[in-house]
Each structure stands twice: as structure tokens, then as C-alpha cells.
């Protein structure tokens, strides 16, 4: 049964959460522990993965997902799997490292599809899982100078209705969720720096530069997006599969 107020029962559930060290992917992981699951926090930040899972009770798994060849035979077991980690970098196309692309897509694809790939035998056999990607309004609209970025978001979604189609008479969900700008550590810093540039102050910036095209002119919270991870695992989302949660603040509407 789920509690209105806090979230579906998780016990007995184990969820492995990629880029958990800190921002969405460490709220992910806290809301995922705080309604029951063992959660394994998986990151390239050792200190930080450990930190993280100290603090809510789970393991930490330190591995650098961008080195995909190491991924392709890999075991993994999973109830709930949250492929969140990835990095952003800007850039006209004609300037855009081959390699620095490369490494994106790996890290934000390609990863994404060995983790789902080592997750879902147990979760067939089991009859019961769910495969939450996070995708980003990114993976909806286009920005200028974000190739990379923009192919593996898009790609993300693509992914996730294979895997739902796959899935559905298997008992295994997957969908994603498109969030516009998060309030993150490296969105924080990326106001400041915007801030200095136009001599403006960081909510300036947050209204008039990055959420020039949200309704909304607030940055969305990182326990937002770990709702709606949540609310995926429910009993209620039984039937959601293959679609995405959109938390834009109304920037896909216009």
C-alpha cells in the first residue's frame, strides 16, 4: 500500500542509483531508503558515494560508468534501477570534441543501456521491477551548444520505450523523467559565474537567462524529481510504462 504523505512501500526492495553521490542522484537515493529500499549509491566519487550511503543505510559502488567495455558482462542485481549520472558540456558543433561526445554518450547511453540490460533477467524472473531513467527536458527540446548532451537525453527516452515494450508482460516498468534546470551544486555554481558575467543577481540570471522559456521562474528542487522516481515505484504507476514525468515548469508548452 502507499501512504499519501510519504510513498509506496519499498522493504524488501534493493535499487541501485547511478550519480548518487550528491544532487538528484543523492535526493533519488535518500527518498528511495526512506521508504524502504537497501540502496546501492553508485558513483566515480568514492568519498562521496561512501558518505551517501553511510548516511542513509546502503552500500556504496564506486565504478566510472564511462568505461563501458567493463559494463558489457556485468551481473547486477536490482529491484528498482535509477540511471541518473551524467555531465554536461557546451559547445558549438564545429567545436565540439569528438572524444569529449564520445565520452557523453557512453556515459549517458550507453551505460544507462548495459545497467538495464544486467538488471532485467532478475527482474523478469522475479516478475516485478522498474527502470526509471533520468532524462531531462533536454530530451524533449533542443538547446544551441549542448549536441551531446541533447543526443543522449533524447536517446534516453528511445531506450526507455524499448525497454517498456520489452517489459510489460514481464512485470518491469521503465520511464523517465524530464526535468528542467535542478537546483544542483553545479547549477549553483554555474549561476554565479552567469551572475558576474551580465552583472546580474543570481535571481536575475535564474529568471532571465536560464528559465527564460519556463513558465516558471524558479529552479525545481532535487526532492521533486525524487518524487516522481517515487511515485514510478508506486502501486499507482502500475499501468505507466514507457512515457516520461515532465518537471519543466511549463517550458515544453510553449
Known amino acids: 500500500m502507499i501512504d ?4 509506496p512501500d519499498l522493504s524488501g526492495r534493493r535499487a541501485v542509483v547511478t ?33 551517501t550511503a553511510e548516511r542513509i543505510g546502503g552500500e556504496a559502488l564506486v565504478v566510472d560508468l564511462s568505461r563501458t567495455a567493463e559494463l558489457a ?30 565520452f557523453m554518450l557512453r556515459l549517458m547511453l550507453e551505460a544507462p543501456f548495459l545497467l538495464s540490460r544486467a538488471v532485467l533477467p532478475r527482474m523478469y524472473e522475479q516478475g516485478w521491477g522498474r527502470v526509471i531513467h533520468i532524462s531531462s527536458i533536454h530530451g524533449l527540446r533542443a538547446s544551441p551548444y549542448k549536441s551531446a548532451y541533447v543526443s543522449a537525453k533524447h536517446g534516453l527516452l528511445g531506450l526507455s520505450k524499448v525497454i517498456a515494450l520489452e517489459g510489460a508482460a514481464k512485470g518491469v516498468t521503465s520511464n523517465c523523467v524530464c526535468p528542467g534546470y535542478v537546483r544542483t551544486p553545479l547549477v549553483e555554481n554555474q549561476l554565479a559565474d552567469q551572475a558576474a558575467l551580465h552583472g ?13 522559456r519556463s513558465a516558471l521562474k524558479r529552479l525545481i528542487e532535487p526532492d521533486e524529481v525524487a518524487g516522481a522516481v517515487a511515485f514510478f515505484c508506486s502501486p499507482e504507476a502500475m499501468s505507466v510504462t514507457g512515457t516520461q514525468l515532465t518537471l519543466d515548469g511549463g517550458w515544453s508548452a510553449s
Open 4 to 7: 499519501i504523505h510519504r510513498g
Open 19 to 51: 550519480g548518487a553521490a550528491s544532487g538528484i542522484g543523492e535526493a533519488v537515493a535518500t527518498r528511495l531508503a526512506g521508504l524502504g529500499a537497501h540502496v546501492v549509491v553508485c558513483d566515480i566519487d568514492a568519498k562521496g558515494a561512501a558518505r
Open 73 to 102: 558482462e556485468l551481473a547486477l542485481e536490482a529491484d528498482i534501477l535509477v540511471n541518473n549520472a551524467g555531465v554536461q558540456h557546451v559547445a558549438p558543433v564545429e567545436e565540439f570534441a569528438p572524444e569529449r561526445f564520445a
Open 200 to 212: 546580474m543577481s543570481t535571481e536575475q540570471v535564474v529568471a532571465d537567462v536560464l528559465l527564460t
